[in-house]
């Protein structure tokens, strides 16, 4: 009888140190909630396009926007420009948007677009782009980072990592 209290025992606790792992993992992976009042400063950020001309993210309301926070020095972010682009030139006749904020110094980005064109706007974000990416979810800072907004500029969807097809097709429902 003491056996089977003691398996009964041990089971309960392998179950509950499992599930706890799992949490963990979900809470470590998952981006975290959206801070207060970060769709308002979103909205009411401003930035430079790599040719200094101002972009006020205010001009993108009223319509779904797919936002792109990447760096030239990151591998997933470059690896996943050509489908973020593919995904504006077939989108973009249904009203989607997509803008890329480059957390990096302006010269790289400018040297970087040079060589890899892009039909999207991008904007220069700098530190200030890695605080607002926080804001809207991403506890890390870490790159890239994606963010949907609705019409409405609601944020709808955030992915930490890499885009991938399934995930442009998944959202592109959205508007």
């Not at 003491?2 to 025992?9: A, P, V, Y």
């Not at 089971?11 to 769709?39: F, H, I, K, L, S």
């Not at 760096?71 to 470059?78: E, H």
């Not at 530190?127 to 409405?152: H, I, K």
């Amino acid at each position: 009888m003491t056996l089977n209290r003691r398996t009964i025992w041990m089971t309960g606790v392998a179950t509950a140190a499992g599930a706890a792992g799992v949490g963990v993992a979900w809470w470590r992976y998952q981006p975290n909630a959206v801070a207060t009042d970060a769709e308002a400063t979103f909205w009411a950020s401003q930035f430079e396009d790599p040719h200094g001309d101002a972009l006020n993210l205010a001009a993108w309301r009223g319509k779904p926007l797919l936002v792109n926070f990447w760096a030239t020095w990151c591998p997933p972010c470059v690896e996943e420009l050509p489908l973020l682009n593919a995904f504006y030139r077939t989108h973009a006749a249904r009203g989607w948007q997509v803008l890329g904020l480059a957390v990096d110094q302006p010269s790289a980005v400018r040297s970087f677009l040079q060589k890899l064109p892009l039909d999207f706007p991008v904007g220069m974000a700098g530190l200030a782009g890695t605080q607002l990416s926080r804001e809207l979810g991403n506890p890390t800072g870490g790159l890239p980072y994606t963010v949907v907004m609705g019409a409405d500029g609601a944020v709808l969807h955030r992915k930490i990592g890499k885009v991938s097809e399934a995930d442009l097709a998944q959202w592109a429902l959205l508007a």
